[in-house]
C-alpha cells in the first residue's frame, strides 16, 4: 500500500479536518481527498463521516488506524534504518519547541555526540502539535516542551522545575517587552495581569529579548535559570511584588521498550538539564 495514503489518513484523524491535514502536509484539498478515496476503494470500506465540524471516523476508519500507523511506523524506520552512515551504528530523533533549544538542545545534542559518538543525531526545532504528531507517526523519538497535556500513549516525564519571573534593568525600566512563552504562559499571565499584555516591544524568542532588554534597558518576564547569574551580579533585580509563573520542562516519548541508544540520549537529557552553568548565557 502506498504509505503517503495511511499518512494522510493519519494527518486527517489527528487534526479533525480535510483542509487542516491538506496544510499539515502541504498539498491541496483535492489531493487529499483523492488519496482518502483510493484508500477507501483499496480496503472497500468508508474510512471517515463528512460534516461541518470536519471529519470523524467510522467505525472501521477506527480499526484501520492502528494498522496506518504501524505501517508508517515501520516505513520511518526502514527508511532511518537504510540511510545511515557508514561510520554510525544507530540513530537517535530529537526535537523541542522552540523556547527550548537554547541553550538546552545545544548542550543536549553536545553532550549525545560526546558520549557516542557513532551515534547519529537528528534534531528539530518546531510548534508544539506538529512536534506530537511527529512522535506519533514514529519520525521523532524524544520530545521537549512545557505543556505536554498527558497524551495517551504517551511518556510524560518532569526535567526540570521552572519559574518565569519578572525582572527589569535598574535605573532603566522601561520600555515593557512581552515575552511569548506559549499559550500556559499567557493563560496565567492574563489571569493575574489582563491588562499589561499591551506592551512596547512583544517577542517570541526569549534570548533575542534578553539582549534587547540588557544593551536598552526595559522589564520583562524570563526563566529563573537564565537570569539568576544576572541577578547575583546586579545587572538585572527582581520587580517587587509581580507574581511569578510555573514553567517546568517535560520529556516525551511514546510507551514500550526502548534501545540502549534511546536510553543513553535520555540519560544525556538529564545531564544537560542539570548543569547550572549553561542557562547562564
Not at 520511518?76 to 557508514?86: C, D, F, I
Not at 557516542?116 to 506538529?130: A, D
Not at 496565567?188 to 491588562?195: E, G, I, K, T, V
Amino acid at each position: 500500500m502506498d504509505i503517503e495514503l495511511a499518512k494522510t489518513f493519519l494527518e486527517i484523524m489527528s487534526s479533525g479536518t480535510f483542509n487542516e491535514a491538506a496544510q499539515r502536509l502541504n498539498v491541496t484539498q483535492t489531493t487529499v481527498t483523492a488519496r482518502v478515496k483510493a484508500l477507501e476503494d483499496a480496503l472497500g470500506k468508508a474510512l471517515f463521516i463528512r460534516n461541518r465540524a470536519g471529519a470523524k471516523l467510522t467505525q472501521d476508519g477506527e480499526r484501520f488506524a492502528g494498522f496506518a500507523l504501524n505501517l508508517v511506523q515501520t516505513w520511518e524506520q526502514a527508511k532511518q534504518a537504510v540511510n545511515l552512515p557508514e561510520n554510525q551504528q544507530a540513530s537517535i530523533r530529537i526535537a523541542t519547541e522552540h523556547s527550548l533549544w537554547n541553550p538546552l538542545m545545544v548542550d543536549w545534542i553536545e553532550t549525545i555526540g560526546a558520549a557516542e559518538p557513532k551515534l547519529n543525531i537528528y534534531s528539530q526545532v518546531g510548534e508544539t502539535e506538529t512536534l506530537i504528531t511527529a512522535l506519533e507517526q514514529n519520525q521523532l523519538d524524544i520530545v521537549l516542551l512545557h505543556c505536554p497535556n498527558y497524551y495517551s500513549g504517551f511518556v510524560v516525564e518532569q526535567l526540570a522545575e521552572e519559574k518565569l519571573i519578572h525582572v527589569q534593568v535598574p535605573n532603566r525600566t522601561k520600555p515593557d517587552l512581552f515575552i511569548d512563552w506559549g499559550s500556559e504562559f499567557k493563560r496565567q499571565f492574563d489571569a493575574s495581569l489582563p491588562q499589561q499584555r499591551q506592551a512596547a516591544m512583544s517577542f517570541n524568542l526569549g534570548p533575542l529579548a534578553l539582549k534587547i532588554m540588557l544593551k536598552n534597558g526595559g522589564n520583562g518576564y524570563f526563566r529563573t535559570r537564565v537570569v539568576s547569574h544576572y541577578l547575583a551580579q546586579g545587572v538585572l533585580e527582581k520587580v517587587t511584588g509581580a507574581p511569578e509563573f510555573t514553567y517546568p520542562i517535560y520529556a516525551l516519548y511514546r510507551k514500550g521498550e526502548h534501545s540502549v541508544y534511546f536510553e543513553q540520549a535520555l540519560a544525556c537529557l538529564k545531564v544537560s538539564v542539570n548543569k547550572s552553568e549553561y542557562w547562564q548565557v
